[in-house]
């Protein structure tokens, strides 16, 4: 039988963390990583394809898109998809998935009370939601994906907040030293 304690900030009444508890991920879990796991091959995919195609020909851009921006052709939008969204979302599903805390992320987890890859998903929703909405104010053209990776962006940003994924990724916050 699990013992029940009751939050002290929100009254809530929630099983003990036990590791018996803590062995079962919660679903919203996989609905995050399912979300970031589409950005992760889409980042991929656009990265190297502006990367090997500057010109943006390839996937059907075109470079007068680029006139009110600080760029001239793809390469550092490209640059910027590959190693934000497929890189560093690969990265992030790992640690939301394993949890790992190597080194001084460990120390960051123990400051923030929330491990990592929690703190960095609501960071990856954001910056998703900001890249579109500049592409949106900057670019002549909308596409139809815009709206669709906002959606997806702010239910990024979102789904860490619940309170399953909020408890799933507490970590024991550091003991501030004392003076004697």
Not at 70 to 97: K, T
Request: aromatic residues 10%; positive net charge; proline residues 8%.
């Amino acid at each position: 039988m699990r013992t029940r304690l009751r939050t002290p900030t929100t009254g809530y009444v929630r099983p003990e963390r036990t590791p018996e508890v803590r062995a079962h991920r919660p679903r919203a879990l996989w609905a995050l990583v399912l979300l970031l796991g589409v950005l992760v091959i889409g980042g991929f995919d656009g990265g190297f394809s502006f990367v090997m195609d500057p010109t943006g020909t390839s996937l059907g851009a075109k470079l007068s898109w680029l006139a009110h921006t600080p760029v001239n052709d793809f390469l550092l939008p490209g640059l910027f998809l590959l190693g934000v969204y497929g890189i560093g979302g690969s990265i992030l599903i790992a640690g939301l998935v394993t949890r790992g805390a190597p080194g001084r992320l460990r120390a960051l987890d123990r400051a923030w009370g929330h491990h990592w890859a929690w703190v960095g998903s609501i960071a990856f929703g954001a910056t998703l939601v900001l890249w579109i909405v500049y592409e949106l104010l900057v670019m002549p053209a909308a596409m139809f994906l815009q709206p669709v990776l906002i959606v997806v962006g702010l239910a990024i940003t979102a789904l860490p907040l619940l309170p399953s994924l909020r408890e799933w990724f507490t970590v024991p916050r550091e003991e501030a030293p004392t003076t004697s």
